[in-house]
Structures are given as structure tokens and as C-alpha cells.
């Protein structure tokens, strides 16, 4: 990806952020990129693929600030605790990030052609946490009982609510953290 | 409340469920339930007002679905699965209901007023499943270890997170009932 997409799906995404899907209109992200609209149309063709594109790149983004702190980790199960407790973290690119992917999410329930990239995006976040989590299974510092791939669609799960009571001011982000440890653990224990 | 309350609340949830929160127009929903906008207005004060109103509405309309097919249960435990499992139905007024409910959750995120009142919604749900699992607890079919308000609050959560994947179609309602299925064993097992 070149620097000028990636300047257009960063502003996509804090577009996204501020003013919903709905306000992504592709004026107003020229605007906010600093670039012509048939720039926009150039490397995206149709708004369509810039959502689709958009989605990528959260998920890239988010692999910035999560996999590459968690592969610091000492083990694999310390990798997956940081690379889940990492999305919820109150800084300005986590929490843009994930107001973006919330919205984007809840505009799919109405939107249809959202649908699909989206899923696609899921299950690539998915499998991440799937194989960290077979990683664990083999270095024995998780139950090989547990399923990887139910264990990994939860705990996501689990982290789009928490992250959306969070954003939405139902629960503290410290509150949203304890509950996740919590969850990773009850879901990699010996039963 | 009224029945005529009750039929412009069921009208507020249909309309937010098509057309989103920001689809909401005091004249469209007086077309939906059939009355003038002064009796909305009369009824419900202003907007803030009748979303109030409305998340409440939500909560007590899915306690009709969840709640008394629970109580028929034999035990805490089969109580808690139904209250929980009965969230993710692919009926009508199941899918029109949580997709209110995520939309109002989704538009909190970007309209204050909106916070509060989702925050105590919220609230007296967690509290309910809070209680059915002390009770599980006090029947001996949830384990004595675990903390009832942590896993009412990671069960909803959860929900909430379940609910937008089978909406948005990244997730069938089968894989989500089983996914939750194993969560609340999870949760409430000896560790």
C-alpha cells in the first residue's frame, strides 16, 4: 500500500470515527485527506471499496498496536493476553480504531454490502487469536481441552461488547480489562 | 403504562430497528403508530424523553420472552441459559429488538444524551442475570468461585457482542447459541 492510500484510509477511518458511516461522504474525506475526490475514486473505485478497504486497514492498524506489543511476550499465553487486552486501551488511535469498527459493524446490520468485507475481517482477527491460542495448547500453558477456534470467536466477541460499553460509556475501560482477564482465563483453564 | 404509550413504544422500536436512531423523526414515528405528534410530545415530553423511554420499553419487552419462558425452568441454571439464550432467537421481535437495542448502543457512542439511560438499562439487566446466577450458586449448579456480577456483566456483554455478529451477518444464530452455550459452562465451572 502506498503512503497516499494509507494517508486516504487513516482519514477514512477518522471520518468514520467522528461522524458515523453515514457522514463518510467522499467530499468530505477529501477534504480531510487534503487530496481531489478522483484521487479517492482512483484507488478505491466505488465508496463500496473504500469501505471494504477501510475495514482492512483497521485490522492492519489494530495489528500495529497489538501483535507487535504481544510478540514481546515471553510465552504464548502472555501474547494472547496482550493481544486482546491491547484493543481495549484509552488511547486516541485505539479508541478511533474501534469507534470506526463498531460503527461499521452496526451500519452492516443495515446495510447489506457492508456485510460480507466484513466478516472477511473478522475472520482474519478470528484466526489470529485462534493459532495464538493453538500456541498456547502446545507449550502446555493452556488446557488442550479448549476448542481454539470457539475460544477465539468468544473472546473477539467479547471484546467488540466490551469495547462498545466502554465507547458508549456504560462501563470504565479498567472495569472492561478485568473482565477480559477474567474471560481468557476461565477460557483456557483445565475443566 | 398506557396502551396507547405501549403502541407508540412498539412503533419507536420498529422504526429505530429499519431505520436507525437517526431515522427517528417524532413526524414519522406519529405516522408509524397512527396518532399526532402532540400526543407524542404529551406522552413523552421531548426526544431525549422518548428514547428513555424506549430503552426501557426494550428491556421489558424482551423480559416478556426471555423471563417468563426462564421461569419455567427447573432449576437457577436452566434459568440462566434461557434468560441468556432466548436473547439470540431468530424470531421478529427478537431480531427487531436487539437490532434497536444495538443501534441505540451504537449511537451512544456518538450522542451523550443517550448514555445514561443505556448505562441504567443496562444496569437492571446485568443485575437480573447477576441474581439467577447467586441463585445457581445457592442450588449448588454454579460453582461457589465465581463472581456473579463479573460473570452476569461478561454473559451480557457477550450477548450484546454475539448478537451484532448474527445481525451483521458474520455469524450464523446456531454457531452464536453454541458459542454462548459454552460460555455460561465456562463461566459458572469449578476452577
Redesign the interface.
Known sequence: MSERQKSILDAAVRVIARA?V?GLRVEQLAAEAGISTALIYYHFGDRAGLLRRTLEHINEDAAGYTQQAAAKATDARGELELLLLLELQDTESVRTNS?AW??L??S???N?D???P??ES?RVWVDEVAEVIRRAQASGSASPLA?PL?AA??LT??????S??W?????TIA?AR??LR??IA??L???
Open positions: 458515523g453515514r469507534t463498531g460503527e459493524r452496526a452492516a446490520v443495515f447489506e457492508l456485510r460480507e466484513l466478516a473478522t476448542d470457539d470467536e468468544r466477541c467479547l471484546v467488540e461488547g466490551l462498545e460499553r465507547l458508549s460509556g456504560s462501563m472495569r478485568k473482565l477474567g474471560a476461565a477460557e483453564a483445565e475443566r
